[in-house]
């Protein structure tokens, strides 16, 4: 793969990331409503470091950072 295929995996996985992260509170909340613990946590994470759609960019970003160097070293 070229260098030009792989800066346009990269943007895909990091929109998608960005367009998950910053849909998934609800969904996430749901399945841990059981789960105390997880479900504080959950809401933490959620109210300090998700609370923007800026915030959930730069998180994105991140995992995708960690997820195309992972594939890239598979290589």
Do not use: P
Not at 10 to 29: M, N, P, Q
Not at 53 to 72: G, I, P
Request: charged share 30%; aromatic share 8%.
């Amino acid at each position: 793969m070229d260098d030009r295929e792989l800066v346009k995996e990269f943007v895909k996985k990091w929109a998608r990331y960005a367009t998950v992260l910053s849909g998934i509170e609800f969904s996430v909340l749901n399945d841990l409503v059981e789960e105390t613990a997880a479900h504080t946590q959950a809401k933490m994470i959620f109210a300090t470091m998700l609370t923007a759609e800026s915030d959930c960019r730069e998180v994105a970003l991140r995992l995708a950072l960690a997820d195309f160097q992972a594939t890239v070293s598979k290589k």
